[in-house]
């Protein structure tokens, strides 16, 4: 089964030498699922002719917010709807959890409560599970047809389920916490209140759920739901 990659960003360049780039970080927290990827630069401008191009699609993180006036934007949203109206499984990380919703007729704000970032707890289908939060923006208003699967006590909509075909989630299962441990470094000083940071540093060795997770991405790809 082939998996698109869009690529809404790119790790920090001292991130991608160590731990490789957003795309090598989902096929490495997918691999022993039999997928192949392929990888597409939409941050470069770079989209798929078609939906029908892969079997399933994937939607990276990024450094952007929704909510910019990017070139990029506007083809991916209707890249995204083109997706929603197939028969192809679209699954949207962090920014694509976002992108998904706002292009289907959400909305996605700076959240007034400000950053989200360590190791954090969601309710994910009365299943609990940790994950590595890096966001302030937010889904505050969710596309009609959107069904909330997952919240925390910071983001109350942190996983949405369209139907049987689209699931997006807000925290980052592809980050290991040597990913947050850089992040931290490198992002987010004089960006993340220093109290946030410390907190998150503080967590590290909080044992995560990022592989169960991958599971269920996993089995939402090949419709075993």
Not at 105 to 124: A, D, N, Q, R
Not at 186 to 209: C, F, I, K, N, S
Request: proline residues 6%; aromatic residues 8%; hydrophobic residues 45%.
């Amino acid at each position: 089964m082939k998996i698109g990659i869009l690529m809404t960003g790119h790790a920090v360049p001292e991130i991608a030498a160590r731990h490789g780039d957003y795309d090598a970080m989902f096929a490495r927290l997918l691999a022993g699922h039999g997928f192949e990827f392929a990888s597409y630069d939409v941050e470069g401008n770079v989209l798929p002719d078609s939906p029908r191009e892969c079997d399933g699609w994937l939607i990276t993180g990024s450094k952007h917010a929704v909510y910019e006036d990017h070139p990029w934007i506007a083809p991916l949203e209707a890249f995204i709807r083109e997706v929603a109206q197939s028969a192809q499984p679209m699954i949207g990380i962090c920014f694509g959890h976002q992108i998904i919703a706002q292009a289907l007729g959400g909305e996605v704000v700076k959240y007034p409560g400000g950053w989200s970032v360590g190791l954090k707890t969601y309710e994910i289908e009365s299943e609990r599970l940790t994950l590595v939060a890096w966001h302030q923006d937010q889904v505050v208003s969710c596309p009609e047809g959107a069904e909330v699967i997952g919240h925390s006590a910071f983001c109350a909509n942190a996983a949405l389920r369209y139907g049987t075909r689209t699931l997006t989630i807000q925290p980052h299962p592809e980050f290991p916490p040597a990913v947050l441990a850089d992040l931290i470094r490198l992002r987010g000083r004089g960006v993340v209140p220093e109290a946030l940071l410390e907190e998150a540093q503080a967590g590290l060795d909080t044992p995560d759920d990022a592989a169960r997770f991958a599971a269920r991405m996993a089995r939402f790809l090949k419709r075993e739901q």
